[in-house]
């Protein structure tokens, strides 16, 4: 008698998806109900996504780019347009590239140009790309809900 068994733990992957979808959520309604506070709450977010990423032992080198973004907003907040574009940037071409998401990786590098051409709507672009990237990952979360339940038959033979 052949008895097969599948057991798949990753819950920290998750967690980050989850977390990720919180702060980018929080951030893009506090940044459109506050605009004016725009360095402290994009500095702010951009240093707790580099910590995040620390948190769940992402390459340092990805991790570092969203916190020195947001030590610089923090120092320099005049530069939020050309920091959170260039994060913005790098950060578009690594979904495209890096993880294959190739939608949400183009509207990245959108945004981030949109951000460049016209810096005094900084605030409502950084906002939507914030409101863009959480839904995205809900869907996602979804999406591996949806296929977690379909795999979690256990059949005994």
């Known amino acids: 008698m052949l008895e097969q068994f599948q057991i798949r733990i990753d819950y920290r992957k998750r967690e980050r998806h989850i977390l990720n979808v919180l702060l980018a959520l929080l951030t893009g309604v506090l940044t459109l109900i506050y605009p004016n506070f725009l360095y402290l709450i994009a500095g702010g977010y951009l240093v707790a996504l580099g910590v995040l990423f620390i948190a769940f032992r992402l390459p340092s080198t990805l991790s570092a780019i969203p916190i020195v973004a947001g030590v610089l907003i923090f120092i320099f907040p005049e530069l939020i347009p050309v920091t959170f574009a260039a994060f913005?940037?790098?950060?578009?071409?690594?979904?495209?590239?890096?993880?294959?998401?190739?939608?949400?990786?183009?509207?990245?590098?959108?945004?981030?140009?949109?951000?460049?051409?016209?810096?005094?709507?900084?605030?409502?672009?950084?906002?939507?790309?914030l409101l863009l990237y959480a839904v995205?990952?809900?869907?996602?979360?979804?999406?591996?809900?949806?296929?977690?339940?379909?795999?979690?038959?256990?059949?005994?033979?």
């Open 88 to 129: 913005l940037g790098l950060f578009g071409f690594a979904l495209l590239f890096g993880f294959q998401f190739a939608v949400i990786g183009v509207l990245t590098l959108v945004i981030a140009v949109l951000i460049l051409a016209n810096p005094d709507s900084v605030a409502y672009l950084i906002a939507s790309f």
């Open 136 to 157: 995205s990952n809900i869907i996602q979360l979804y999406r591996h809900w949806q296929q977690s339940d379909s795999n979690s038959n256990v059949s005994i033979q």
